[in-house]
């Protein structure tokens, strides 16, 4: 059997409700008509109320229309019963009361009908009986619930006149008493259709049970994961903190050796400088001495007279011997340009930097990371005295004369 055919009147009667509902509506206030209800001329329904309001609206629009007319034609003639419509129409009469409503005119506002109401007004219409009786059973007939209008149109597909009343255990189907005795389901096993129905109510129900507390499993589970991420990106965080604290103290230490091995390098260059530069002045000034010594030798040699030369050569002779005989310091030995005593060896420093890793294991709060942050600083201290001690011995095994000049 079809269960979804059985409701197939249920769902034609309540598309019928959505209709008629529709047809209950007042096209002025949009909603269901309150009553009394009123029927026009052209068979149109309104709320008694809402026609007041709409011819009142209108009323006192056409009296402020035309009283601004008669002014204007009063300003003009002065008072005149024949220029003045209220005087010549005995139907004129104020329509701005809220309680009394005359004669006059107004549209129906679904066909634009003009209707003309007599000096009843809007209560001389007619009331339409038939549409508020209507209302009530709509209001009666959506007050019900919708269990009992079911249990009321559930009717079975081949016997038409036979409610579903039983349910059949072997189709698992819901059917009527006929079926049972004459139909398909005379040799099934079958139970009332109550019982079926509280049993499966109460399986849904511990099945929707069963199923909001594997959600709330669920969400705690979900709840759990959020903090495990949150708390991977505060580690994750903190960690990289420490790991740049660490190289920067770790670079720091580089620059402080580097500045240290840059001033003994300016050092030696100064030294030597300084020597070197020493010979230049005093060879130059030995160079000096000699070629003043050879311009008077020279100037002595060519004197014609013989006495007078006599004189002076025994003495030019001696000086010229003597310059010869000087010795001057000694030249800088070969090399000692040379600055590759200065040279550091880094790759088996580099090789050492490039092994840093992570240490599995490590404590992860606070304390032991300012533990382990004391402990790499000592470690790079260590690291310092490391590279001073290779790096020092190799430049005083190459260069002894490499040393801080003493204080001034």
């Given at each position: 059997m079809?269960?979804?055919?059985?409701?197939?009147?249920?769902?034609?009667?309540?598309?019928?409700?959505?209709?008629?509902?529709?047809?209950?509506i007042?096209?002025i206030?949009?909603?269901?008509?309150?009553?009394?209800?009123?029927?026009?001329?052209?068979?149109?329904?309104?709320?008694?109320?809402?026609?007041?309001?709409?011819?009142?609206?209108?009323?006192?629009?056409e009296?402020?229309?035309?009283?601004?007319?008669?002014?204007?034609?009063?300003?003009?003639?002065?008072?005149?019963?024949?220029?003045?419509?209220?005087?010549?129409?005995?139907?004129?009469?104020?329509?701005?009361?809220?309680?009394?409503?005359?004669?006059?005119?107004?549209?129906?506002?679904?066909?634009?009908?003009?209707?003309?109401?007599?000096?009843?007004?809007?209560?001389?219409?007619?009331?339409?009986?038939?549409?508020?009786?209507?209302?009530?059973?709509?209001?009666?007939?959506?007050?019900?619930?919708?269990?009992?209008?079911?249990?009321?149109?559930?009717?079975?597909?081949?016997?038409?006149?036979?409610?579903?009343?039983?349910?059949?255990?072997?189709?698992?189907?819901?059917?009527?008493?006929l079926?049972?005795?004459?139909?398909?389901?005379?040799?099934?096993?079958?139970?009332?259709?109550?019982t079926?129905y509280?049993?499966?109510?109460?399986?849904?129900?511990?099945?929707?049970?069963?199923?909001?507390?594997?959600?709330?499993?669920?969400?705690?589970?979900i709840?759990?994961?959020?903090?495990?991420?949150?708390?991977?990106?505060?580690?994750?965080?903190?960690?990289?903190?420490?790991?740049?604290?660490?190289?920067?103290?770790?670079?720091?230490?580089?620059?402080?050796?580097?500045?240290?091995?840059?001033?003994?390098?300016?050092?030696?260059?100064?030294?030597?400088?300084?020597?070197?530069?020493?010979?230049?002045?005093?060879?130059g000034?030995?160079?000096?001495?000699?070629?003043?010594?050879?311009?008077?030798?020279?100037?002595?040699?060519?004197?014609?007279?013989?006495?007078?030369?006599?004189?002076?050569?025994?003495?030019?002779?001696n000086?010229?011997?003597?310059?010869?005989?000087?010795?001057?310091?000694?030249?800088?030995?070969?090399?000692?340009?040379?600055m590759?005593?200065?040279?550091?060896?880094?790759?088996?420093?580099?090789?050492?930097?490039?092994?840093?890793?992570?240490?599995?294991?490590?404590?992860?709060?606070?304390?032991?990371d300012e533990?382990a942050?004391?402990?790499?600083?000592?470690?790079?201290?260590?690291?310092?005295?490391?590279?001073?001690?290779?790096?020092?011995?190799?430049?005083?095994?190459?260069?002894?004369?490499?040393?801080?000049?003493?204080?001034?």
């Amino acid at each position: 059997m079809n269960f979804t055919v059985g409701f197939k009147p249920l769902l034609g009667d309540a598309h019928s409700m959505d209709n008629l509902e529709k047809q209950l509506i007042c096209p002025i206030c949009l909603e269901m008509f309150s009553k009394p209800v009123v029927i026009l001329p052209c068979q149109h329904n309104l709320c008694r109320k809402c026609a007041n309001d709409v011819f009142q609206t209108l009323s006192e629009s056409e009296d402020a229309i035309m009283s601004e007319f008669t002014d204007s034609l009063n300003s003009l003639h002065g008072s005149c019963r024949v220029c003045d419509p209220r005087a010549s129409n005995p139907l004129w009469q104020s329509r701005g009361s809220t309680t009394v409503s005359s004669g006059g005119r107004f549209r129906c506002p679904s066909c634009r009908h003009e209707v003309v109401l007599d000096r009843h007004g809007v209560y001389g219409l007619q009331r339409n009986l038939l549409v508020e009786n209507i209302i009530d059973i709509y209001k009666q007939e959506s007050s019900r619930p919708l269990h009992s209008k079911a249990e009321q149109h559930l009717m079975c597909e081949e016997h038409e006149d036979e409610k579903i009343n039983i349910y059949c255990l072997s189709c698992e189907v819901p059917t009527c008493s006929l079926c049972k005795v004459f139909g398909a389901h005379k040799d099934c096993e079958v139970a009332p259709l109550p019982t079926i129905y509280k049993r499966q109510k109460s399986e849904l129900s511990d099945g929707i049970a069963m199923l909001v507390a594997g959600n709330d499993r669920v969400q705690a589970v979900i709840t759990q994961m959020e903090e495990v991420c949150q708390t991977i990106e505060d580690n994750s965080r903190r960690q990289k903190q420490l790991l740049n604290q660490r190289f920067e103290t770790l670079c720091a230490v580089l620059e402080e050796r580097k500045g240290e091995l840059l001033q003994a390098l300016a050092w030696e260059q100064e030294e030597k400088l300084q020597r070197v530069r020493g010979l230049i002045r005093q060879y130059g000034d030995h160079l000096e001495v000699s070629s003043k010594l050879v311009e008077t030798a020279i100037q002595s040699m060519e004197e014609p007279q013989m006495a007078l030369y006599l004189q002076q050569a025994k003495e030019l002779i001696n000086k010229v011997g003597a310059m010869s005989k000087v010795e001057l310091a000694g030249r800088p030995e070969p090399g000692y340009e040379s600055m590759e005593q200065f040279s550091v060896s880094v790759e088996h420093v580099a090789e050492m930097l490039r092994t840093i890793d992570f240490q599995p294991g490590a404590a992860g709060d606070e304390e032991d990371d300012e533990v382990a942050l004391d402990g790499d600083e000592s470690n790079a201290g260590l690291e310092e005295e490391r590279l001073d001690g290779p790096e020092v011995s190799a430049v005083e095994a190459t260069s002894p004369s490499v040393c801080p000049p003493p204080p001034p």
